[in-house]
T-cell receptor
Framework: DGGITQSPKYLFRKEGQNVTLSCEQN?????MYWYRQDPGQGLRLIYYSQIVNDFQKGDIAEGYSVSREKKESFPLTVTSAQKNPTAFYLC????????????FGPGTRLLVL | GDSVTQMEGPVTLSEEAFLTINCTYT??????LFWYVQYPGEGLQLLLK?????DKGSNKGFEATYRKETTSFHLEKGSVQVSDSAVYFC???????????????FGQGTILTVHP
């Protein structure tokens, strides 16, 4: 089955720790995205990548980093500089970076210990 | 920049009631418009979309019409079911040359609860 997978489903972070959220797609999509979802605020764009080895900051990139070494993978690292990381993180992909529909993964919930 | 405003929720309805969730937008040119649905603990699923003025998107009994003159994309369903209980997001992807081209800008979401 084609789709987007995110792991883990739940992730716990200790103070001062970096954690990495995985996102993999087998849809052969060029573009991939990371969003953060907080209650009552909709989704906000963290980073996006239009093609392998290229990515751009979204609206709330501070405290996060990404890489895009392979077409099918777009991991997100939440660094210790992100002071309020507790949220639901959603990865998405689309065939290209125009106005195509984006397809979402099941999400990772990050909690701070 | 581009923005999306949804009616405030939550919305609570009885089964078989008529549903309207309002969505208005601000954008340069002609954006593409989307409704996404999120069931508890899950990611978002595309419900319907429209890419040009006067287009009507429809799926699973839901409909929305792209109204350029009122910059709106209201979601409607004639008879809701308990299984429609979810969070609904209106979103736009901006026209080329705009600030949100190739990206989705979301409304804040509307929680819908349908009782038997």
């Amino acid at each position: 089955d084609g789709g987007i997978t995110q792991s883990p489903k739940y992730l716990f972070r200790k103070e001062g720790q970096n954690v990495t959220l995985s996102c993999e797609q087998n849809l052969n999509h060029d573009a991939m995205y990371w969003y953060r979802q907080d209650p009552g605020q909709g989704l906000r764009l963290i980073y996006y990548s239009q093609i392998v080895n290229d990515f751009q900051k979204g609206d709330i990139a501070e405290g996060y980093s990404v890489s895009r070494e392979k077409k099918e993978s777009f991991p997100l690292t939440v660094t210790s500089a992100q002071k309020n990381p507790t949220a639901f993180y959603l990865c998405a992909s689309s065939p290209d970076s125009s106005r195509e529909t984006q397809y979402f993964g099941p999400g990772t919930r990050l909690l701070v210990l | 920049g581009d923005s999306v405003t949804q009616m405030e929720g939550p919305v609570t309805l009885s089964e078989e009631a008529f549903l309207t969730i309002n969505c208005t937008y601000t954008a340069t040119g002609y954006p593409s418009l989307f409704w996404y649905v999120q069931y508890p603990g899950e990611g978002l699923q595309l419900l319907l979309k429209a890419t040009k003025a006067d287009d009507k998107g429809s799926n699973k009994g839901f409909e929305a019409t792209y109204r350029k003159e009122t910059t709106s994309f209201h979601l409607e369903k004639g008879s809701v079911q308990v299984s429609d209980s979810a969070v609904y997001f209106c979103a736009l992807s901006g026209a080329a040359g705009g600030t949100s081209y190739g990206k989705l800008t979301f409304g804040q979401g509307t929680i819908l609860t349908v009782h038997p």
